[in-house]
């Protein structure tokens, strides 16, 4: 298939949804089609050399002046092209098949808006956001993705989403296909686990035996690093066994710094910020925790299962709906489920326990495979594909109800 993909910029060191369009491309080009990539700009180096990148012009004074322009200029870049199908993921909507990615705005708000305890929090939050203007230039741009006009399938990468397209976007179930977020497990293999992580902890000062927690992630009020902090600093002070978190990604610190400070914390909390090589961490660590408030489907999730990590973390992750709570992790109902935060730390604590998660962690993990979610996504292309031929061909010969009146209209007996 001649295939067309539309994002913004390419950057794998900027985060996990970059990461993933690298594997899809590459995975589409083994698979023998024919990619193009629509974008504005794109590392170079980092995209197979059979993928065809097309600049994507995004001029304006301001961020939203760009962000409209790039939308706009991607609609008419992609309409001079003979695609079989055309897919988009973020902040554009001329496609015949989106995959949001980040979810669903107004889900998205709602669910950020739950980090706040007194509902009169909650609601000021809500409202500053709603009044902010980018708020509605990204929402002008949802309403154009599922717009009934459009027709366009939509990839929910989990139930949560799906539920969140038909509810606040009213998208019938038929236009929508759930194929959960996938990864590459051999982009996250080193050749020696043992001497990485070894390596890794002497550098940081942590002894072969240390009980070392990850967190990953940029937005550390969103992905629940405050709740996380203080169910460390409550796991401690029931005596639990000694516990060292390690915190990477490039979100705002100092105020967490402070927390964990105030909370005893200090000195068992290692803040190290954009870390270049995330594999480092991860098999350097014992567990995963993700205390999310919001998540499609947390990728850095299944690329911890993939290390054999168990996880703890909530059901407002799309990624929690394929694991099963207590053989590879901990589900929680909430960020604020203190009571189960804290027994989920205990069980990482139980070496025993936690090794027998890790084990059905590093299966499904191996046993989720890009493969699998590559495929899921082809037969949603071909089908769109397929539907693109049947109306092409319907034209070409008259096919239709009005073909048809043509047609008897002209064979009719004179």
Same mark, same amino acid.
């Given at each position: ?31 023998? @089609? &024919? =990619? ?6 794109? %590392?170079?180096?980092?995209?197979? +050399? !059979?993928?065809?990148? *097309? $600049? ?112 606040? @976007? &009213? =998208? ?6 759930? %194929?959960?977020?996938?990864?590459? +497990? !051999?982009?996250?293999? *080193? $050749? ?220 009719a007996p004179r």
């Open positions: 298939m001649r295939l067309a993909l539309n994002f913004p910029r390419i950057d794998p060191a900027r985060g996990g949804a970059e990461t993933y369009l690298v594997d899809l491309c590459q995975g589409l080009i083994r698979a023998g @089609h &024919q =990619v193009d990539l629509y974008a504005e700009r794109w %590392v170079s180096g980092c995209l197979p +050399p !059979e993928v065809r990148c *097309v $600049a994507v012009p995004a001029a304006g004074n301001t961020r939203l002046q760009r962000l409209w322009a790039f939308a706009r200029n991607s609609e008419a870049a992609l309409a001079g092209g003979a695609y079989d199908c055309t897919v988009g993921f973020i902040n554009t909507y001329a496609h015949d098949v989106i995959i949001p990615q980040g979810g669903v705005l107004r889900g998205s708000l709602a669910a950020n808006a739950q980090r706040f305890a007194h509902p009169i929090a909650r609601r000021l939050y809500v409202l500053g956001k709603t009044l902010n203007p980018s708020y509605w230039t990204y929402r002008a741009i949802e309403r154009r993705q599922y717009a009934a006009s459009r027709e366009a399938r939509v990839i929910a990468v989990s139930h949560l989403v799906r539920r969140h397209l038909q509810d606040i @976007h &009213q =998208v019938p179930r038929s236009r929508i296909h759930v %194929v959960p977020n996938a990864i590459d +497990p !051999e982009r996250l293999r *080193v $050749a020696q686990p043992g001497a990485v992580r070894c390596r890794f902890r002497n550098r940081l000062g942590l002894e072969p035996s240390d009980l070392v927690g990850l967190f990953v992630g940029h937005n550390f009020a969103l992905k629940g690093l405050e709740p996380l902090l203080r169910g460390l600093a409550r796991h401690r002070r029931a005596g639990g066994r000694s516990i060292h978190l390690l915190v990477c990604g490039g979100g705002r610190a100092g105020a967490y710094r402070r927390l964990a400070a105030r909370l005893g914390l200090g000195e068992s909390v290692r803040f190290l910020g954009h870390y270049p090589d995330v594999r480092d961490c991860y098999w350097s660590s014992d567990f995963f925790a993700s205390p999310t408030y919001y998540d499609p489907c947390s990728l850095v999730v299944l690329e911890a299962l993939a290390c054999g990590l168990p996880v703890i973390t909530t059901a407002c992750n799309g990624a929690s709906e394929l694991m099963t709570d207590g053989r590879q992790g901990r589900i929680l109902s909430h960020p604020t489920d203190s009571p189960g935060l804290l027994a989920a730390l205990g069980e990482m604590a139980d070496d025993r326990r936690r090794r027998a998660m890790a084990a059905e962690a590093l299966k499904l993990g191996r046993a989720h495979t890009f493969e699998n979610h590559l495929a899921a996504l082809v037969r949603v292309f071909e089908e769109v594909a397929e539907a693109k031929r049947r109306k092409a061909h319907a034209g070409k010969t008259g096919g239709g109800p009005h073909g048809r009146a043509r047609r008897n209209r002209k064979n």
